[in-house]
Structures are given as structure tokens and as C-alpha cells.
């Protein structure tokens, strides 16, 4: 992530795409085709999704504290660790 943040990698594609882009895309092709890009997509969504969900199924959380203690941060970086690590596994 950092190295994206530090390329600046999302930004200049979304400049290089321009607002034209989506707006074109929006018009053209309209809310008709939502739904069916949708089920089309599905079992590529199931695909990338699922060694994810894999992940955060298999992570032992830590104890949950009373709201707002700080040592409840630990379960959210125990989810980010299993979700970079599986990250790094898929792209090598």
C-alpha cells in the first residue's frame, strides 16, 4: 500500500482515465446493464473474494475489551496482518 500511496499509482490513473470516462460509460451504456454486469461478475467476485473470507475466518482474534480500549485495536490488526499476508501470497 505504501508503495502505491508513494507512486501515487490510483491518482494518476484515475487522472489518466478523466471524469469523461465514467460519465461516458454512466450514459452509454445506463443502469440497464448494472444488474447483468453484476451476475456476470459474480463468479469472478466468489474467486477473488474467497481466499480472503478464508483468511478472516481463520484468524484467532483477540480478547475483546470494553468500548473504546485501546487493546481492541489488536483484533483489527490481527484481520490487516491476515488480509496483507494473503495479499502477498497471491501476488508473489
Given amino acids: 500500500m505504501q508503495a ?3 507512486s501515487k499509482s490510483f ?3 484515475v487522472a489518466k482515465a478523466g471524469d469523461s470516462t ?5 450514459v452509454e451504456k ?7 454486469g453484476v451476475q456476470i461478475a459474480q463468479a469472478d467476485y466468489i474467486k477473488g473474494f474467497t481466499p480472503y473470507r478464508n483468511a478472516i475466518a481463520a484468524v484467532n482474534l483477540p480478547p475483546r475489551f470494553a468500548r473504546r480500549d485501546p487493546r481492541n485495536l489488536l483484533r483489527v490488526a490481527a484481520i490487516v496482518d491476515a488480509m496483507n499476508a494473503t495479499k502477498k501470497a497471491q501476488v508473489g
Avoid: D, L
Fill in 22 to 26: 465514467w460519465a461516458r460509460g454512466a
Fill in 30 to 36: 445506463g443502469s440497464a446493464r448494472y444488474g447483468p
Fill in 4 to 6: 502505491s500511496i508513494a
Fill in 11 to 13: 491518482s494518476k490513473g
